[in-house]
């Protein structure tokens, strides 16, 4: 633990918090499933669309669980299985409660998450729910998320929910929005290894050293 360099730390989501990184002595880098659920969540709490509570149900390809060996690793164990964790409480919640907290928000948002393991080597689906206030309709949620991400390289709205293969190897997050009545869903498609790992740290490197922020950066997916 090192305290002291909390108020020099700068949370390293690029889309969000770009000014604060490229000045920054030292950068975290967001985990896999944050960058996932934050990106597809945070112009909706931005903007005051949604009630402050959202539902994430997050899937994760087996690198997400690292190389040690395990049983929840064993290909024989994990093959044509599919298994739901860390209900009891995931580390990685307070990092989307913190993230996902607009400075305007007169409490924090309430975040369910469960995370599943499948069998596949990487890739994480995020499937996002939340409630709309009254008076929200579909285009203001399309409007309010265009405006939030404009310009932005690695993230792209998607008319149909995206799939995991479509970004594997890139660094790109996409995104799909969908209004059930009063429910909002935004499915969120990213590569653990890239977006949610290493592609996010490089993206960060470049704002932190005034490199072109896609230098060394894959922005197409390798399928098929």
Same mark, same amino acid.
């Given at each position: 633990?090192?305290?002291?360099?909390?108020?020099?730390?700068?949370? /390293?989501?690029?889309e969000?918090?770009?000014?604060?990184?490229?000045?920054? #002595?030292?950068?975290?880098?967001?985990?896999?499933?944050?960058?996932?659920?934050?990106?597809?969540?945070?112009?909706a709490?931005?903007?005051?669309?949604?009630?402050?509570?959202?539902?994430?149900?997050?899937?994760?390809?087996?690198?997400?669980?690292?190389?040690?060996?395990?049983?929840?690793?064993?290909?024989?164990?994990?093959?044509?299985?599919?298994a739901?964790?860390?209900?009891?409480?995931?580390?990685?919640?307070?990092?989307?409660? #913190?993230?996902?907290?607009?400075?305007?928000?007169a409490?924090?948002?309430?975040?369910?998450?469960v995370?599943?393991?499948?069998?596949?080597?990487? /890739?994480?689906?995020?499937?996002c729910?939340?409630?709309?206030?009254?008076?929200?309709?579909?285009?203001?949620?399309h409007?309010?998320?265009?405006? #939030?991400?404009?310009?932005?390289?690695?993230?792209?709205?998607?008319?149909?929910?995206?799939?995991?293969?479509?970004?594997?190897?890139?660094?790109?997050?996409?995104?799909?929005?969908?209004?059930?009545? #009063?429910? =909002?869903?935004?499915?969120?498609?990213?590569?653990?290894?890239?977006?949610?790992?290493a592609?996010?740290?490089?993206?960060?490197?470049?704002?932190?050293?005034?490199?072109?922020?896609?230098?060394?950066?894959?922005?197409?997916? =390798?399928?098929?």
């Amino acid at each position: 633990p090192a305290p002291e360099w909390l108020s020099a730390a700068v949370y /390293g989501l690029p889309e969000l918090r770009r000014a604060a990184i490229q000045g920054a #002595q030292l950068v975290a880098n967001p985990g896999c499933f944050p960058t996932a659920a934050i990106l597809a969540l945070a112009p909706a709490f931005a903007a005051n669309l949604i009630t402050p509570e959202a539902i994430v149900d997050a899937k994760t390809g087996i690198t997400g669980a690292g190389r040690s060996p395990s049983r929840r690793v064993h290909f024989s164990e994990m093959h044509d299985s599919l298994a739901a964790y860390g209900l009891a409480g995931h580390r990685h919640t307070p990092e989307m409660v #913190q993230a996902l907290t607009h400075a305007n928000a007169a409490t924090p948002p309430a975040i369910t998450f469960v995370p599943h393991l499948v069998p596949m080597n990487r /890739g994480i689906l995020a499937t996002c729910y939340a409630t709309l206030r009254a008076g929200i309709t579909e285009a203001m949620v399309h409007a309010a998320y265009q405006a #939030q991400y404009e310009g932005e390289l690695f993230i792209t709205l998607c008319d149909a929910p995206p799939e995991t293969g479509w970004v594997r190897g890139s660094n790109r997050c996409l995104l799909s929005l969908h209004v059930q009545g #009063q429910r =909002l869903i935004v499915v969120s498609a990213i590569d653990n290894l890239m977006k949610g790992g290493a592609g996010q740290a490089i993206q960060n490197a470049n704002l932190l050293f005034g490199l072109p922020e896609t230098a060394g950066l894959a922005l197409e997916g =390798l399928w098929p």
